[in-house]
């Protein structure tokens, strides 16, 4: 799982921005102020009937980003996210298909996990970083880091409750190697077709991501 670099790559990124995008034709758009704002990944979620496509006109048309697939729940969403050119795959929680499709196939994978007893079974299965989600409701901050006191050199990717207000004290926690985010990319932020304020927010996000991590 580590050997393109992808667990370093997240780390220097920090924030991942959660892209939720009806129409293909706001995809090139929305990657462009990503990279223009200072945060060049995008989790473009299967919530919409567009994600795959979405997906697919970023790894083609965007090469500075970092474009992988977000809330995918079963296999079939996997295979479709890896044929359209997503990097990683990220999930609410985790499922063993997907688990033996990525491994099989040197996708790069977080999988969600909340509890001990998932996170066991996820770092028995090779698994360094999973995605705690929903951060807000499971004990955002404190809970990761009594975590990775007993899963020792385990990481976590929060997302649900991080805003810029809590981000500088997430990223400079030793238990969280980035963050998920979807202030800066809501819908409503560009449904007039205009982008400016998504990159906006977005370089706001990248300016804490310096301060802290330099």
Request: aromatic share 8%; hydrophobic share 45%.
């Amino acid at each position: 799982m580590k050997e393109n670099g992808f667990y370093e790559q997240l780390e220097k990124t920090a924030v991942v921005p959660v892209v939720v995008l009806e129409k293909v034709e706001d995809a090139v758009p929305m990657a462009n102020a990503l990279v223009k704002g200072g945060l060049p990944a995008a989790e473009v979620t299967f919530r919409t009937a567009a994600a795959a496509d979405c997906i697919r006109e970023m790894s083609e048309k965007c090469p500075d980003i970092l474009v992988g697939a977000g809330t995918v729940v079963n296999l079939e969403q996997c295979k479709r996210a890896v044929e359209a050119g997503a990097k990683f795959i990220v999930s609410p929680g985790y499922d063993d298909a997907i688990i033996d499709y990525c491994l099989e196939n040197k996708v790069n994978l977080i999988p969600g996990a909340v509890t001990p007893a998932e996170l066991t079974h996820l770092i028995n299965r090779g698994f360094d970083i999973t995605k705690f989600f929903p951060a807000n409701l499971y004990g955002g901050l404190k809970a990761t880091e009594t975590l990775s006191a007993v899963f020792v050199g385990h990481r976590f990717m929060p997302t649900g409750g991080v805003n810029l207000e809590n981000l500088p004290e997430f990223l400079g926690s030793k238990s969280i190697i980035a963050a998920g985010g979807t202030w800066m990319v809501k819908p409503a932020l560009f449904a007039d077709g205009d982008f400016s304020k998504v990159e906006e927010m977005t370089a706001e996000a990248a300016a804490v991501v310096k301060k802290v991590r330099g």
